[in-house]
């Protein structure tokens, strides 16, 4: 199974679907943007980076509220909130 993240406007993730090998497969070989055009097709919406469970690729696996960073070509979890020490 391949795990696809869809990203909003600001470069978050919203949420993250699950679709079938055989959707993304031509000729034995993996291909994202197969699953890209299938979650458009399916949701109309157009901006999917395919993530790795794992971990394998694209930094950390993706949950609602992380950021895609363009630049980087990976996903990565928010900064913790600072504390002021006054607690």
Same mark, same amino acid.
């Given at each position: 199974?391949?795990?696809?993240? &869809?990203i909003?406007? !600001?470069n978050?993730?919203?949420? #993250?679907?699950v679709v079938? @090998?055989?959707?993304?497969? &031509?000729?034995?070989? !993996?291909?994202?943007?197969?699953? #890209?055009?299938?979650?458009? @097709?399916?949701?109309?919406?157009?901006?999917?980076?395919?993530?790795?469970?794992?971990?394998?690729?694209?930094?950390?696996?993706?949950?609602i509220?992380?950021?895609?960073?363009e630049?980087?070509?990976?996903?990565?979890?928010?900064?913790p909130?600072?504390?002021?020490?006054?607690d």
């Amino acid at each position: 199974m391949a795990h696809f993240a &869809r990203i909003n406007q !600001e470069n978050k993730v919203e949420q #993250v679907l699950v679709v079938h @090998n055989e959707v993304i497969s &031509r000729n034995g070989e !993996e291909l994202e943007e197969l699953g #890209v055009q299938f979650l458009k @097709n399916l949701t109309g919406h157009s901006n999917w980076k395919q993530c790795s469970f794992n971990s394998n690729f694209r930094g950390c696996f993706p949950g609602i509220g992380d950021s895609w960073d363009e630049i980087t070509n990976e996903f990565v979890k928010p900064e913790p909130e600072a504390t002021d020490g006054d607690d």
